[in-house]
Structure formats: C-alpha cells, structure tokens
C-alpha cells in the first residue's frame, strides 16, 4: 500500500511556523500537487514526508503504518529534486543505478532494470554521456529514470520542471503525467505553477501561509474556490475580486447593485473569460490597456477606482482610455466575506 496520510503535522523552527496543522490524504495510485507561491510550507511538507525534515507536531502515515519518525532510507520512497542533483563526474548509466548500487542489487538485476527504464524515458542512446553534455530536458529525465529505477510506489516531485523553457515544461508535463499512469505510482508534486497543478493533478492541495487553504480535483478550485485566495491563485489571468458598498436592498460596485441577501459588504468575484463587453445594460468601465495574446486579448479596465481584467476574442487596441461597458451570467459569479475571505453561497448575484 502506498497511500500517504498526514495529521495535524506542524513543523517549527524556534518560534517560526513553516506548516501548520496539515492534515491530508492522498490515496494509492494518486498524482497530488502541492500548490501555493513560494515560502506556503510546499517543499517542508515533502521534505517532511520524505524523511529529511522532522516532524514538530502530528502524525505522518504511509500505507497505514507511522512513519513521523522512521529514517529517509526506510520510506520506500523515490523523490525528484530540482536542481537534478546529478553527480557530474558520472556519466547517465551510472547515475541512473547509483542508488541500486549503494543497496548492492545484483548486476543482472541492475542490467534489466536499466534497459526497461532507459525505454521509458527516452535515454536509451545517451548512457554514456555525462551530464554536462545533456540538455535541461534530458538532465531531468536521468532524475525522473533514477527515481523510477528503485521500484518504489511512491515518487516525490520538487519543482522538477521549474529549470526548464516553456516550451520543454509543457512536453515534460505530458511525459510525466503517461509515465504516473503507466507505472501506477503514487506521486507528490510540489509546484507554484497553477497551470501545472490544473494539467497534470488528480488532486490539489493549495496551500497559504502554511496551511491548507484548500484541496480537491482541479476543476472544484477552479469553479468552487473556497475562498478569495484561492479564486485569485487558480486561473490565468486570476478572478477579478471587487470590494462592494452595502446598500439597503444588498451590495452594489459602483452604484449598480450587483448582490443581494447580504447586510454588508463582500468580495465579488468574476473571471475574466467570463466577462463580455455589450452595448446596453452591464456595468460602465473605462478600458486602459490591451495584452494581445494571439487568439484572445486581455484587457485592462476600471471601474470606479478597482481595477478589473476582460478577457475578449481576437485583436482589441486601446490606443487610449476609452469608455465600454461589460455584463456577465450570474452563474458565474463568486461572493466571498470581505472579512474572512471564505466563500458565502447565501448571497444571490443579481442581473445588470
């Protein structure tokens, strides 16, 4: 069993809280992402599952046995560094079965795993080379095969792809995600990159100031979010978020009610691809830049003193401010508490 389960895991360094309280579980077979901007707690919490960082506080599980204080080399897990971690005097060969090695695996064994795993990533003509005369992506692979090559059920991602051009990021997605499925792997992947996290996830685990701000299937996030970060942090460009006014029959942006059921003020949420300009009706913006992307443009607006951002098919130019008006389908609109920024599905979005 591979499944991997953490509760209430805390981890401190003096009076300084890295994680805090995390609980999750991620089951047998699963490709989880940890998400969140740089200094959440990611890497400390796969660090931690690894074995190379204490547990402060909790209990850490892995196919039903605990193993919060059980040494790295007795984890039966695999894990995938960012910066490679090659060993630059060795050629691929020899760092692929540098770990076989050390745990004195047979050398017929060695052999046959070395030629499965060579097939499965591509690195069958390029065991001779040493790392220096290897690309970024092909470095990554010899990461990827060393990891695969020990067997084990689990493999933990550190932002193994963040290294890489664009380009190389989006094929190695593809290649990753095949291999999970095909070998049947639990995998943690560790990223800041939402599009990764969208693309390759079966589960995301989106944290914030070490703790979870909330986790599930890509697509709950991405139509559910939980709270205002959330909402902001899934989706390229992010959720509009617009402070409103209170007004006796509910909350209004800019003098046009847009809520009701609400005694206060609120978040209102809106992505951009879910905005449209229209000639009657809507909400008046003033539009002030264009982001031309291609198929679509992005295009910078305000209304009143908040700035918002419509995305619109083909070519728009703004050559300068110029007056427009935007509408949207209340189905798509998200109200969150402007104090907590929880999530508030009380709160009705009306027409305009």
């Not at 944290?207 to 909402?231: C, H, M, S, W």
């Not at 995305?311 to 109200?335: L, M, S, Y």
């Amino acid at each position: 069993m591979s499944t991997i389960e953490l509760s209430g895991i805390t981890k401190r360094w003096g009076e300084a809280i890295g994680v805090d309280n995390v609980s999750f579980r991620v089951d047998e077979g699963t490709f989880a992402i940890l998400l969140g901007p740089s200094g959440c707690g990611k890497s400390t919490t796969l660090r931690m599952i690894a074995g190379l960082e204490d547990v402060s506080e909790g209990v850490l599980s892995i196919g039903g046995n605990d193993m919060t204080s059980t040494p790295a080399a007795d984890r039966k897990l695999s894990m995938v560094f960012q910066s490679y971690a090659l060993f630059p005097h060795l050629n691929v060969e020899e760092n692929i079965l540098f770990g076989l090695k050390v745990r004195k695996t047979p050398p017929a064994e060695m052999a046959t795993r070395l030629a499965k795993v060579a097939e499965i990533v591509g690195l069958s003509g390029l065991l001779d080379r040493k790392p220096s005369q290897l690309s970024g992506g092909q470095r990554q692979r010899v990461a990827l095969a060393r990891a695969i090559i020990a067997e084990n059920p689990i493999c933990l991602m550190d932002e193994p792809l963040s290294n890489l051009d664009a380009k190389l990021r989006q094929e190695m997605r593809i290649e990753i995600r095949a291999l999970q499925q095909r070998l049947g792997m639990t995998v943690i992947y560790v990223t800041h990159d939402q599009a990764e996290a969208m693309s390759m996830g079966d589960k995301v685990i989106l944290l914030n100031d070490g703790k979870i701000e909330q986790e599930g299937a890509p697509d709950v996030l991405y139509d559910r979010p939980a709270t205002a970060f959330a909402a902001s942090f899934i989706g390229t460009p992010p959720m509009n978020l617009l402070k409103t006014v209170a007004v006796d029959s509910g909350a209004a942006i800019d003098g046009t009610t847009v809520l009701e059921g609400t005694n206060g003020a609120c978040l209102f949420g809106i992505r951009p691809e879910h905005m449209e300009f229209t000639d009657a009706g809507g909400i008046e913006v003033e539009l002030v830049s264009a982001d031309y992307l291609g198929s679509e443009t992005i295009v910078a607006a305000r209304v009143g003193d908040q700035s918002i951002l419509v995305q619109t098919p083909g070519h728009v130019r703004i050559p300068e401010p110029v007056k427009a008006r935007v509408t949207w389908d209340t189905k798509n609109v998200h109200v969150f508490d402007a104090g907590s920024g929880r999530r508030d599905d009380n709160v009705r979005a009306l027409p305009i």
